[in-house]
Nanobody
Framework: QVQLVESGGGLVQAGGSLRLSCVAS????????MGWFRQAPGKEREFVAC????????DYATSVEGRFTISRDNAKNTVYLQMNSLKPEDTAVYSC??????????????????WGQGTQVTVSS
């Protein structure tokens, strides 16, 4: 069992930046691919970004590409989401997820095994 704990959310003005962190409890973190998802009120959860276990491959949703960067530090069991040029439509609860299949898989085909509780990001206009 892997526990994921997100942090770094908050209130920011449009155009600002936030860095989210997700710490995994498991020492096998380096074997997992990791993803970030978000869910806005009244909307379905949507994919934001993912990264393979080595960090060699990243993928992004079209809506965030060029503004968000996913990265990981396997020595710290942590995955990050750097969010720049934030927009009000980025407001959502952001959650990280871990996939035991650590290599590359097209993002739409991934099945994540573990999920965090999420952290709120609010972008004011």
């Amino acid at each position: 069992q892997v526990q994921l704990v997100e942090s770094g959310g908050g209130l920011v003005q449009a155009g600002g930046s936030l860095r989210l962190s997700c710490v995994a409890s498991s020492g096998t973190f380096r074997g997992y691919a990791m993803g970030w998802f978000r869910q806005a009120p009244g909307k379905e959860r949507e994919f934001v970004a993912c990264i393979t276990m080595s960090g060699a491959r990243t993928d992004y949703a079209t809506s965030v590409e060029g503004r968000f960067t996913i990265s990981r530090d396997n020595a710290k069991n942590t995955v990050y989401l750097q969010m720049n040029s934030l927009k009000p439509e980025d407001t959502a609860v952001y959650s990280c997820a871990a996939d035991r299949t650590g290599g590359y898989i097209p993002p739409a085909r991934r099945n994540y095994d573990y999920w965090g509780q999420g952290t709120q990001v609010t972008v004011s206009s």
